[in-house]
């Protein structure tokens, strides 16, 4: 599949213009597609339309019909709500998908509400510690991965719908199945973001400020400086996966603790060095 | 101080030209300073010579006395062997120093042999996950931390040629008891070292590769590159105040665990959001 094929993808709305959708909105933009944006902070809303990089919704989204497709680009569980807000007015939609971090339960949601045929989910591999429009930027995806997942009644023109919208931001993404997917991400990408804050509350428990750091503390803690709302979000609606994710990592810190307090050096020394393998095969 | 003050180092013996060791070998030879330099490995110490950044210290030190100041670049276990072995020929020193990150032993050896008063601890905030003579650079201290741990018995002499020594380097050093100094970098070095460790080991024992990370989770990650014979040192050199911190880290993982396997929404999001106000003050 080329660029051209996705040429029939002419508009495209967007709920949310924070870095991952707003990202996206540049990009098409970029690409000529137009775009209408939307997004419950008044500010952001008013930039992008300033730049003129979206055209405003309705605030009731009256008018959302006029897209070919929908990306839903605002916290987990805030998808979830908006997607049956939304569902009435979404018959001549011909794909519906959004960015959250967790996808079964919204692809049980969109089968739920009987938009299946036309929701596959995306998942970016983009995200960082920044957000808002104002961290929005071109290019962002260039080098990302994208998972996406189709609800079981997705058609096959929704699916490759949904390529084609990514293959315009660069990446070729990559179709899995949803629980699968969230199984996945709760050790690639919610661990480490709740590692992340879990050591910044600890050291702010010991009042030692940020600045205090060595380059290497800030980069374990940098993640700390994620969005809570959208976290929440994410660990919440991904516990099931999450949970013995933790467990698994107090698990191994547990184990660490005791050979440094019982001086077994050997032991430690094999398990660093199994961390640096993994880190850095090649060394 | 300025500068100044600093020309009559003349010559300084570097024992150890990794990262670090490296680095201040390649900034004192910028600056005029003669440096005499030693490395177990031997690929490492014949780059070094071939650089002309150092002159090659005798196998078994006999010619270390020349050296004005002597800086022992090891992993710090390694270096507190060395300096027992390196003591009798110390006498027309006027300053030894290490660079390792924990201070406590090393100055306690050092009083017990006697070179208390020409004794003060470095501690260069500068480290990352790269090692050896290849990951050196100059200017690798001009924006670090560098902490001196003066032995009690260490003349005002001595502390002024410690930091005489580091400002070629460009920093300004801070000077603090070795004790204070082990407590502090237990949290802000050895504590995230060991996260970011840990939770390679937990992604590894879950068969995920680390190039299936997105960006935020090989930044919590990147230090688990790092040599595991220098942190095995340091962890077991520290055990005594690193494992209260891991024993915090445990705890604050478990009770965001709690949070998430019980839904509970706004005590998640207020712990995300005082990590968040930790790692970002303004925002």
Redesign the interface.
């Known amino acids: 599949m080329d660029y051209e094929q996705s040429s029939d993808i002419h508009t495209v709305a967007i709920i949310g213009l924070g870095l991952i959708g707003g990202s996206l909105a540049r990009d098409l933009h970029a690409r000529g597609v137009r775009v209408l944006g939307a997004d419950q902070n008044a500010d952001d809303l008013a930039a992008a339309v300033r730049e003129k990089v979206v055209e405003r919704l309705a605030d009731d989204f009256a008018d959302i019909g006029q897209a070919d497709v929908v990306v839903l680009a605002v916290p987990v569980r805030a998808a979830l709500k908006l997607l049956r807000t939304l569902a009435p007015r979404l018959a001549d939609v011909r794909l519906i998908t959004d960015v959250g971090s967790t996808k079964a339960s919204i692809v049980r949601a969109a089968e739920e509400l009987g938009l299946g045929d036309r929701f596959v989910g995306s998942h970016p591999?983009?995200?960082?510690?920044t957000s808002g429009w104002s961290a929005s930027r071109v290019n962002l995806f260039a080098d990302?991965?994208v998972f996406l997942t189709p609800a079981p009644s997705a058609s096959g023109r929704a699916i490759q719908l949904a390529d084609a919208l990514w293959r315009l931001t660069r990446p070729v993404p990559q179709t899995m199945d949803a629980a699968a997917h969230d199984r996945?991400v709760a050790?690639?990408?919610h661990?480490?973001?709740?590692?992340?804050?879990?050591?910044?509350?600890?050291?702010?428990?010991?009042n030692?400020?940020?600045s205090?750091?060595?380059?290497?503390?800030k980069?374990?803690?940098?993640?700390?400086?994620?969005?809570?709302?959208m976290?929440?979000d994410i660990?919440?609606d991904n516990?099931a996966q999450?949970?013995p994710?933790?467990?698994?990592?107090?698990a191994?810190?547990?184990q660490?603790?005791g050979l440094?307090?019982n001086?077994k050096?050997t032991a430690?020394?094999?398990?660093?060095?199994?961390?640096?393998?993994?880190?850095?095969?090649a060394?």
């Open positions: 591999i983009a995200g960082d510690h990302a991965r996945r050790w690639t990408s661990l480490p973001q709740i590692v992340s804050s879990a050591l910044g509350c600890t050291l702010a428990g010991e030692i400020a940020w205090e750091l060595g380059p290497g503390g980069s374990v803690t940098r993640l700390a400086g994620s969005s809570p709302e976290w929440t660990a919440l516990a999450l949970v994710a933790l467990k698994a990592m107090e191994r810190l547990r660490i603790r440094i307090a001086g050096d430690l020394n094999h398990l660093l060095a199994d961390a640096r393998t993994w880190h850095t095969p060394s």
